[in-house]
């Protein structure tokens, strides 16, 4: 008789779990916080391209390194630093993309003192005067740098299939950001700053 109560009590338990957790799942699927571009039929593009050799594509890692320094949640500090970069408890934008592409294998640091030093009178932000303490941080200089450097998508937010995640957008002169693997129920994408 007690093996049929003990029994009977564990179904009723996961008879009780499951009419309570069904409804909520339900609830959950149908009104989803996020989607990924394969709910709506854009196929992701993966990078042929594995610069740190970890078995991640380069995107996937920009994604993934952007994602994590959102969840560090640096504080938020625009400050110059002796030798470039700021300690890991703080950040503007700029932090966001140079540690996201570290992560994934590339120093975003050099490739733009490079560029800046090769080609100064493109960046009119430097004014002729290279500061690698900072150029790498403003986002007027980045624009500059990944126009020339990378390949210049559209920016028609009709056109969402071509924001791709590991993309990196810039919003003027003011803002840079990394476009997420998420996108919301309309199909836009939702951005890693």
């Not at 990078?47 to 504080?75: C, M, W």
């Not at 993309?97 to 932000?125: C, F, H």
């Not at 200089?141 to 924001?163: A, G, S």
């Amino acid at each position: 008789m007690k093996k049929f109560k003990v029994v009977f009590l564990i179904a009723t338990i996961l008879i009780s779990l499951l009419i309570i957790c069904t409804p909520i799942l339900f609830l959950y699927y149908q009104n989803k916080i996020f989607y990924y571009a394969d709910d709506f039929g854009i196929t992701t593009i993966k990078s042929n391209t594995d610069k740190d050799s970890d078995g991640i594509d380069d995107y996937s890692d920009i994604v993934l390194g952007a994602r994590a320094e959102a969840e560090r949640k640096p504080k938020y500090k625009s400050a110059y630093y002796a030798g470039g970069y700021p300690p890991a408890t703080e950040g503007v934008c700029t932090d966001v993309v140079w540690r996201a592409l570290r992560d994934a294998g590339y120093t975003l640091k050099d490739m733009v003192d490079e560029d800046i030093s090769q080609n100064v009178e493109a960046y009119p932000r430097v004014n002729g005067k290279p500061e690698p303490n900072i150029d790498f941080r403003r986002v007027p200089n980045l624009k500059v740098y990944f126009e020339r450097n990378h390949i210049v998508l559209t920016n028609d937010l009709t056109q969402i299939e071509e924001w791709q995640p590991g993309d990196i957008v810039t919003f003027g002169s003011s803002h840079i950001g990394i476009i997420s693997d998420k996108r919301n129920k309309k199909r836009y994408t939702l951005f890693n700053t």
